[in-house]
Nanobody, 124 residues
Framework: QVQLVESGGGLVQAGGSLRVSCAVS????????MGWFRQAPGKERDFVAV????????SYADSVKGRFTISRDNAKNTVSLQMNSLKPEDTAVYYC?????????????????WGQGTQVTVSS
């Protein structure tokens, strides 16, 4: 069973930075497309960013483009999300997800494995 464990969430002031990471178990990490999603209270789970298996292609939601950066380390089985210039509207539980396919999906149901999430709170 593939396990994803997020870390690095917390409380930060608006304009600040935070980095969340996700450790993935198993030997197949380098074959997974990896994504980050977020879910605010009472809202649907939204796409944030995705990175391809080799790490040379990324895609972002318009709301975070230019502020967030997704990266991966296939040697360490980790994917990270660097979040800069944070805004109160970025407050949510952040989830990493793994997709066995190679298409860079933005829809949550296309992903096969999920972490438990990490809370990110941005105060104004």
């Amino acid at each position: 069973q593939v396990q994803l464990v997020e870390s690095g969430g917390g409380l930060v002031q608006a304009g600040g930075s935070l980095r969340v990471s996700c450790a993935v178990s198993g030997r197949a990490f380098s074959t997974y497309t990896m994504g980050w999603f977020r879910q605010a209270p009472g809202k649907e789970r939204d796409f944030v960013a995705v990175i391809n298996v080799s790490g040379d292609r990324t895609s972002y939601a318009d709301s975070v483009k230019g502020r967030f950066t997704i990266s991966r380390d296939n040697a360490k089985n980790t994917v990270s999300l660097q979040m800069n210039s944070l805004k109160p509207e970025d407050t949510a539980v952040y989830y990493c997800a793994a997709d066995r396919g190679s298409t860079m999906q933005t829809i949550p149901r296309q992903y096969n494995y999920w972490g438990q999430g990490t809370q990110v709170t941005v105060s104004s």
